[in-house]
């Protein structure tokens, strides 16, 4: 009866697909793709939206390299997860921030 229930909720496009697959609490390491031209907005979104999530996250740990064309900047960071609902809340703020193209 339980997996009819999460079967007719309608999930958001940055909600965890299948979260039976997922086993927390986890390491999940993340690669924010930002916009051409956007390297310091990018940086400081990441550092808003991860320092709000995760309190105890080291900003400092970030790090943020050019595409092999020097276009775009990634952001990569490693974050604690222990339940679906961080994940989800992650995607959702990452989806939202204006600086950010995509997410590996």
Not at 12 to 34: A, C, R, V
Not at 75 to 90: F, G
């Amino acid at each position: 009866m339980e997996a009819a229930a999460c079967s007719t909720r309608a999930a958001k496009p940055t909600d965890i697909q299948h979260p039976e697959l997922w086993n927390f609490p986890m390491d999940y390491p993340l690669s924010i793709i930002g916009h051409e031209g956007h390297k310091e907005t990018l940086l400081d979104e990441v550092k808003l939206i991860l320092g709000s999530l995760f309190p105890e996250f080291d900003l400092a740990s970030l790090t943020i390299n050019p595409s092999r064309t020097g276009r775009f900047h990634s952001v990569r960071a490693n974050v604690y997860l222990t339940e679906a609902e961080q994940v989800n809340s992650l995607y959702k703020m990452l989806d939202e921030a204006a600086s950010i193209r995509t997410v590996l």
